[in-house]
């Protein structure tokens, strides 16, 4: 049986293809059309599902939406019900939208597969959009039984869920709905602070530890109402998202202290406050919601999914909570992941296939489930334009990768197939060495272009993870943070200005250490990924530390780069020294036009 | 050069807009409205044929004009539209004392949390709603 999975039409569209429950492929749009974030229907990641799973004609027996069209223009026409006359602005913007593109899906798909020479057997499915977080979460875990919680921003109606999974069926007991929204709220203060929402959510998580939680008290007191068990309504007089264009309102303004921040102005204590602020409120409800979860389900183990659960500080902390003995979360567990999640939903729940997961491995083979490039394709990449390169192979690729990242080089890595998820893990990244102190600031501003408060992440092998941080069990997916251990850190003055706190040596891997000694921690191991497994254990022989720096492989507002071209670009684009592209390694200083900075210049969106 | 395709496009609206001009000649008897359809008709000629970036160039102008067209069109129905019939149901629900976005926050409540409404039986799969 094999099923096609598509989410669109909201943010990060995707496909994902399964057959007999196997997941084959798994894609983002936005890799292919390089526009982050891409809503669109994800006509060239379906393509890529067909090509990768070599689905013939007849060969594609299902085909499942994420979420339900018609309920969820109902949620939106009921809210300009109970907010009219306001609205109206949000309201022109909204409705020819969905009356000329979004409520029409089957259409779409219909066209989309005929266009791809593909025959649908039947008519598509379409599963509710918590469902699908939940099935995400849930089926490709390692977990037989397990509860399930998802959080977001919205869905047809709800917003959060408590559910419980047993086998191939899972059962969702409770939810929270439209507009008391944590993944609201938290984007709410994402465009107060001067990001953008839906993609400026992680920089709030960064930015948190700069600041002070000195409005958390306001917070409680005037936005929410939170209960014991972590459900709760938000205070809309607050918001804008009901009746307006912007997330909050001048009543907003009022209560912090002045209007939004200006995108790309200064930031200033207000906003790190803020963030702090915001991420100490959601880290409570998470934990409340969890540990409701573990009461009503009576479940030991959870299965996370939805926006909010991109949250790594707030899993690290759950996960250190000990309220469930174990957690796995799911690495796209934004609504990309949503196509997984409903191709799963049909293919166990629905259809009733068994389901035989060994407690320890998951289903989701390492995320790597994007497109890959074999040798002889990216040779003939290299040739057709003729870039110096040098193939090496056996041991020596570890050890000269390895060599390179100890003498301070900067490299992209373009390795085995991309991954699926916001996140890069070692197939799509940008590696150094994070015993450096200088080499935060170095990635942000002349690799990444973005913010250099940002903290970087560590890939550490997974048998020496408790040599650098006070951690146990696994985090393939970089979804959890970790604090460093107590023997390696440094001790800093609080006292001084967030540029000077930047550069503080934190740590002996300061590179990887942010401000609050903690880590946004990736664990690779030889048996999900053991060409990456086998740089980092080299630069362990050179160096006696298992553990390197690992950010995507993109600039800011870029998506993650998907084929060797776009990776050769950034490489370009950027004052990276190293291109490894499979066994090829690329040295900046052989190639041609390298001082040709308007030929690889890459539109920069601001994110 | 222009491809085929595009000539055939250049020929019809030059036939259409040559149609208008005649009409608007021998019909309406406009004088400045003749010259400008004519005019667009020349143009549409000559840089079909002879100057295929400048035909370019107008006909990515055409596109915006329709889509900006097409946007104010449905803004001017659904302005109307939004404040009578929203309006009008925003009363009723008011007159109903319901709120469906759940703005009040009841202190006697202990949870927010609501049974789920969905359901997960296989024929609910077929539907979009
Ligand atoms: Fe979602």
């Not at chain 2, 549409?44 to 004009?65: C, N």
Request: glycine residues 8%; positive net charge.
């Amino acid at each position: 049986m094999t099923i096609l999975g598509i989410s669109a039409l909201y943010h990060d569209s995707a496909a994902a293809l399964i057959k007999d429950g196997e997941v084959i492929a798994a894609a983002q749009e936005e890799r292919f059309t390089r526009k982050k974030h891409d809503p669109d229907f994800p006509v060239n990641a379906i393509k890529y599902c067909i090509e990768e799973g070599k689905i013939g004609k007849k060969d594609l027996d299902a085909v499942v939406f994420y979420d339900k069209p018609i309920k969820k223009f109902a949620r939106i026409l009921t809210t300009y019900f109970s907010v009219a006359p306001k609205g109206l602005r949000s309201a022109l913007m909204a409705i020819p939208v969905w009356m000329k593109v979004k409520l029409w899906v089957p259409l779409i798909i219909e066209d989309t597969l005929e266009k791809l020479d593909i025959e649908l057997q039947g008519e598509p499915y379409f599963a509710e959009h918590h469902q699908a977080h939940a099935a995400s979460a849930f089926f490709p875990s390692p977990f037989e039984k397990a509860a399930i919680l998802t959080i977001d921003g919205v869905g047809e109606w709800a917003t959060s869920t408590i559910g419980k999974g047993n086998g191939n069926r899972i059962e969702i007991m409770r939810e929270l709905k439209f507009p008391h929204s944590l993944g609201l709220l938290y984007s709410a203060f994402t465009y107060f602070t001067g990001f953008r929402v839906n993609s400026g959510e992680y920089k709030l998580m960064g930015l948190a530890p700069y600041g002070e939680p000195r409005y958390t008290e306001l917070i409680r007191d005037k936005l929410i109402d939170l209960k014991e068990d972590g459900s709760f309504r938000l205070n809309l007089k607050y918001f804008g998202y009901l009746d307006g264009l912007t997330m909050t309102n001048r009543r907003f303004n009022k209560l912090f202290d002045g209007p939004p921040r200006r995108p790309e102005s200064e930031i200033t204590q207000r906003e790190m406050d803020l963030a702090r602020s915001i991420q100490d409120i959601t880290e409570e409800i998470v934990l409340r919601m969890a540990k409701h979860a573990a009461r009503i389900t009576g479940e030991k183990k959870l299965c996370l999914a939805g926006g909010v659960a991109l949250n790594c500080v707030a899993n690290g902390k759950l996960h250190e909570s000990g309220v469930f003995d174990d957690i796995w979360i799911q690495p796209a567990s934004g609504d990309a992941g949503g196509a997984l999640g409903a191709a799963m939903m049909l293919h166990y729940h629905i259809q009733g296939n068994s389901r035989k997961p060994d407690g320890i491995h998951d289903k989701m083979k390492g995320s790597y489930l994007g497109p890959g490039f074999s040798d002889s394709g990216l040779k003939e990449f290299i040739d057709r334009s003729a870039y110096p390169a040098k193939k090496i192979t056996g041991t020596d690729w570890a050890g000269t990768i390895a060599g390179l990242i100890d003498k301070g080089k900067v490299i992209g890595l373009f390795n085995g197939r991309m991954e699926f998820g916001p996140r890069a893990l070692g197939s799509r990244s940008i590696i150094g060495d994070p015993r450096s102190p200088k080499m935060q600031s170095i990635m942000n501003l002349k690799i990444k272009f973005r913010e250099s408060f940002r903290p970087f992440a560590p890939s550490c092998l997974e048998e020496d993870v408790e040599d650098y941080f006070d951690f146990k069990g696994i985090s393939p997916y970089m979804l959890l943070i970790a604090n460093v251990k107590k023997d390696r850190i440094k001790n800093t003055d609080p006292n001084i200005p967030l540029r000077e706190k930047i550069n503080q040596v934190r740590s002996d891997i300061p590179a990887v250490t942010h401000v609050d000694y903690t880590a946004r921690l990736q664990t690779v191991s030889n048996e999900s990924n053991p060409e990456y497994h086998s740089i980092i254990k080299a630069f362990k022989e050179l160096t006696g530390y298992g553990i390197i720096i690992n950010t995507s492989f993109n600039i800011r507002g870029e998506p993650i780069v998907c084929t060797p071209a776009d990776a050769y670009n950034c490489f370009m684009a950027t004052e990276m020294d190293y291109l490894v592209l499979g066994p090829y390694l690329l040295d900046k200083k052989e190639q041609p036009d390298r001082l040709n900075k308007d030929k690889w210049k890459i539109d920069q969106i601001l994110d | 050069m222009l491809d085929m395709k595009s000539k055939v496009k250049v020929i019809i609206q030059a036939i259409i807009l040559a149609g208008i001009t005649v009409f608007l000649f021998f019909v309406l008897k406009q004088m400045v409205w003749t010259i400008v359809a004519g005019t667009l008709c020349l143009l549409f000629i000559v840089t079909g044929f002879f100057i295929p970036k400048a035909f370019k160039r107008i006909e990515a102008f055409q596109k915006f004009l329709a889509k900006i067209i097409n946007l104010l069109l449905t803004w001017i129905l659904l302005t109307p539209f939004y404040y009578i019939c929203f309006t009008l149901g925003r009363l009723i629900i008011l007159l109903a004392n319901k709120d469906p976005m759940e703005r009040r926050m009841p202190p006697e409540k202990t949870s927010y949390w609501e049974t789920y409404e969905g359901n997960t039986n296989p024929d609910q799969f077929t539907r979009q709603f």
